[in-house]
């Protein structure tokens, strides 16, 4: 997880908010509220997300457009929070794990349960969370530095098994590259490349900076 930046509003969100809020009010059924709820889902809402998280979910930073469908996730869920539905401010790109029923899904941990989830546009996820990549286990951990960061790593699930795996194989590659980035330039653009905003994984790949100082096979301080 980075800090991101949603940017503007879509013109689409500011028109229709009113009538759409009006649409799930007045839906009198389970079938005509999750359609009025649908209405989130205009792709120009979508190209605005997809564009500001560059096509990652904002919580495990997996790309998904070449795998997946893009979900719309409401930070705080329409089943808590029906008045945010169509809040810009409460919108987020994210995957089908992060977002489904076995992780966040309607789960929102507030303050008296160590909450709320660390937001990655207000927050900023390094006062909460470290990312460590461990060179002997090649193995990479979202580990928390607070309870706020704790509740946010149990309710993603951001180190389950699956995405540690694929996770730790590209961030092990990267991590030879930032061992030769002092020596290497054509090592240290691509390690560069690795922590723009746009790539996969990247708040562990800043994190390898910090490892660069010490010999091979020694682990970041
Ligand atoms: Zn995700």
Redo the contacts with the bound molecule.
Sequence with gaps: MIRADRGTEPTVLSSKKAAWDNAVAEARTKQAKKAAFAKVRHQQIRTALEEAFHGK?A??E?KIKHVSYTQIEHYRPVSKRQDLAFCWDNLLL??G???GAEFKGDQFPEADADGPLLDPCSDDPTDHLDFVFDPVAGLTTVAPRTLRGQVTVRTLGLNRPDLRTYRSSCIGKLAVLAMLASEHADCAALLAEAQRGDAEYSAFARALSASTEGPPGTAAD
């Design positions: 979910c919580y495990c997996s994210a995957c794990r992060c977002n």
